[in-house]
Structures are given as structure tokens and as C-alpha cells.
């Protein structure tokens, strides 16, 4: 559109079923896009950005799916309390058979 260098009619939508996106282009902090006009409809929403000769200004429109899985959004987390889980686990179950081996031999 910028390439263009003249003014253009268009529109760009997106029907989503089920699953909504975590946010669309005019949803991002700190940017200009241009609005996004959103509809609902039985099963999902329609996401839609008109131009109706205008200049185009925007680089992208579109909708955005997060991508992490659950352990991706807590991989952190995953990264330091399971090694740190399975050493406790360890040293817990050591220490439970050692004593009770000493007190079998004390007896």
C-alpha cells in the first residue's frame, strides 16, 4: 500500500471461530494502526480494518495468537523447582533410609 503512493479502498477481515486472539494490531501500546472493527456473530467474532480511499500508514493489521503452551509460559518456573523438587525428593529419601538403616543396626 505505501509503495503505492496514491489513495486506496480496501478491506481486510478476519472471521475467527472459537478460539478468540490473545489481541489484534490496535490493541499494541506505543503504535498507531488502524481501528479495528469487530463483530460478533453464533460462533466467534469478525475482526475487520477498512480503508475507503485513504493513504495506507500501517506496516501490518492482523490478529495474534500467543503461541506458548502452558510450559512455555511457565518454563521459568518449570527450569528451577523440578531440578530443585527432585533434590529435596532425593536428599529426603536418603536420609529416610540411612536413618532407618542405623536404627535397625542399633537395635
Do not use: M
Amino acid at each position: 500500500g505505501r509503495s503505492w503512493g496514491n489513495k486506496i479502498t480496501e478491506k481486510v477481515s478476519f472471521k475467527v471461530y472459537g478460539t478468540q486472539p490473545d489481541f489484534f494490531t490496535d490493541t499494541i501500546e506505543d503504535y498507531f494502526f488502524k481501528e479495528c472493527q469487530i463483530e460478533d456473530f453464533d460462533e466467534g467474532k469478525i475482526y475487520t480494518w477498512k480503508w475507503l480511499n485513504e493513504d495506507i500508514l500501517d506496516n501490518i493489521v492482523g490478529i495474534h495468537y500467543d503461541q506458548y503452551t502452558f510450559y512455555g509460559k511457565y518454563e521459568l518456573y518449570f527450569i528451577i523447582f523440578v531440578p530443585l523438587f527432585l533434590v529435596i525428593i532425593t536428599l529426603a529419601t536418603y536420609f529416610f533410609v540411612k536413618n532407618k538403616l542405623s536404627w535397625r543396626r542399633n537395635k
